[in-house]
């Protein structure tokens, strides 16, 4: 107060502004509050110290629906040296996941593929790994859960890019693949097989 007076500010008016000062400080952060936020900070740092995959993981996936938030995580993932990867059918769930190499993109985070598309891409998986955007397709037609927006969608993600074939490739050959894979469908389920069927390999 002696200190305000000295720089020239009225002496009632200071010492009501410290009287507010005094009564939140009583109130808004106690030290029940301050020792839990203490808790809290000293719990995340150890576990960003040690565990910085699963934390960053775990932080990415907590905020996958906020872009910005996706951006800063991924800038703070590099800032500590772990390599996100980027999405890939044959290997990201829903979240994103902690790796060998750190930690792969979730197929949540991608945009335009909704929960009902992934639950697909995920159970077609369990057969094994897809070999090509025609054994993608055939896998993964039946359900109608992913069509051409969203399997486009995921190849300029580059959530196909482990089948070693450019992306404008497949982008191209999107609407074949599905018109292939919905005849073999309906092939099966009418019980009929052609003579030259392939198994989508190629």
Sequence with gaps: LDGAVANGHDRARAEEIF??????????????????????????????????????????????????????????????????????????????????????????ATKGVGEKAIETIVAAREDGPFRSLGDFCARTASSGQVNKRITEGLIKAGAFDSLGIERSRLVSGVEGAIAWAQRVSEDRAAGQMGLFATDGTS
Aim: proline share 4%.
């Design 19 to 108: 009287q507010q000062m005094e009564t939140f400080a009583a109130y808004g952060f106690n030290k029940s509050h301050s020792a839990a936020y203490a808790l809290v900070s000293f719990q995340t740092a150890w576990l960003k110290a040690h565990y910085p995959r699963e934390f960053l993981a775990a932080l990415l996936t907590m905020e996958m629906g906020d872009t910005d938030k996706v951006y800063k995580n991924l800038a703070d993932s590099r800032r500590h040296g772990v390599h996100v990867l980027p999405p890939d059918v044959n290997s990201s769930r829903a979240d994103f996941t902690v790796c060998p190499e750190g930690i792969r993109f979730g197929l949540g």
